[in-house]
Nanobody, 120 residues
């Protein structure tokens, strides 16, 4: 059973940059695509960025976000530049195993989340 484990969350100051990781462990891992989402207290989950696993086609929700992956390491990354207090949230990664699931925004596996807190 594949598990996704996020890391890299921290307390940072406004204007800082931060890199998050999402490592897949526990089995054969070959998703069609992966995405990052975030959720702040009292708010709905929000799309951050997405990437297809092999082709590497990426879409980000903000010009400050950069998504990448290392297929050999089964790891997804997210870099956020110029962090602002409104970026404070728990950040989650998710994997979609098939093209149908990916394009239908149905994710098969989710991580437990990593907390990013940005002080003004």
């Amino acid at each position: 059973q594949v598990r996704l484990v996020e890391s890299g969350g921290a307390l940072v100051q406004a204007g800082d940059s931060l890199s998050l990781s999402c490592a897949a462990t526990g089995g054969t891992f070959n998703p069609y695509g992966m995405s990052w989402f975030r959720q702040a207290p009292g708010k709905e989950r929000e799309f951050v960025a997405t990437i297809t696993w092999i082709a590497g086609g990426a879409v980000v929700g903000d010009y400050r976000f950069f998504i990448s992956r290392d297929v050999a390491k089964n790891t997804l990354y997210l870099r956020i530049n110029n962090l602002q207090p409104e970026d404070t949230a728990t950040y989650y990664c998710a994997a979609a195993n098939s093209a149908d699931d990916y394009h239908g925004r149905r994710y098969d596996t989710w991580g437990q989340g990593t907390q990013v807190t940005v002080s003004a």
